[in-house]
């Protein structure tokens, strides 16, 4: 190994440069997985940073589904996500110019199954999901009205666009996570009102769902301004899970009974502030086990809850980071976004029984020399009222340099003014 030159902090020479972080990378979003297929959703700044819902076959084929001319990007709470959904060979998705939803069967162009709305992007569309008859899209619609109100509401539409969308649930000022059980016979959904933000505080409710996409017997399952419920979704035995801060973390919790019984109990986030829609931070497998991603001590996990022992076992994957938190599975394998601090986020699957992972899509296609790029140590340290904060600590590194043994680095402090990030 040749010898580290002494050299003062920041004059050392790097490979790693700003043209070539940014040259030629793609954002990469929701994910989402059926069969053996998996999807995810780019960000394409070469292409005037139009979004294309692009499909990974099990034959290693990749291919865009989202053809030129079309943008999948919904505006809804203008931050977006959850701009499509996958059912079958079909994929359903918001088109950025008009807003309106869209049918994309494969092999054919899009068409859209929601009318042209009285006010340019007038009806908005996101987090949708199909009913298990494929027969229903249900999701959340942003209204804009000619006296400048927005109206947020849960509405039901027939797949093949045969008649207008219908509400399905309306009264309060934000809806999120239509949920639908796996027979077909239930819908959970979180909401919330102003000034609240899903984070401070929502509501999870249920209620049985008719083959018209009509509702009936809705009840509160449990939340309000002092709790946040984070995504509500059914086991493939029809069991209601969710993620809850009633303890002051976001744990994952179920109903059984009637009861709310917690699944792992642990001081440690499974939810993340739902900025956007279409997040997951946990998914089902076939053998009744979770599985989740997990921040504790401001440093991400992917683990494995299995059923009956409230704790957590932690996967042992090359990842060290999952950002946005889409976590998705077909009950064996587990689809999300990984990263590490020398590999730029990446599409990734996950084999649970051998715990290999295979990349199908980099960010960024070239490849950083690890001894080159800092890695992180998780730090914590006491702030007001008695609490602890946590942080991550980069030092430098660089493989051909030191500096020198009387000389500190230079500390570059970086925060966020919040409130979640």
Partial sequence: MARRKTAPYGSWQSPITASLVAAGGVGLGQVEIWGEDVYWMEGRPLEGGRYVVVRWSADGQVADMTPPGFNARTLVHEYGGGAYCVHGSAVYFSNFADQRLYRQDAGNEPRPITAEPELPAGARYADGRVTPDGRLLICVRERHTADHQVVNELVALPTDGSRAPGVVVSGNDFYAFPSISPDGRHLAWTTWNH?????DGAELWVADLAADGSISHPRCVTGGTQESIFQPA???DGTLHFVSDRTGWWNLYCERGGAIVPLAPMEAEFGVPQWVFGLATYAFLSDGRIACIFNQ??????GLIAPGTLRVEELDVPYTAFPRAYLRSNGRQLACIGATPAEAPAVVTVDVATGASQVLRRSIAHQVDPGFVAQPRPIEFPTEGGQTAHALFY???????????KEWPPLLVMSHGGPTS
């Fill in 195 to 199: 000034p609240q933000m899903p984070w």
């Fill in 395 to 405: 030092p430098p590194a660089n493989r051909n340099y030191a500096g020198p043994s």
């Fill in 297 to 302: 001590d401001g440093v991400e996990h992917l």
């Fill in 234 to 236: 059914w086991s493939p």
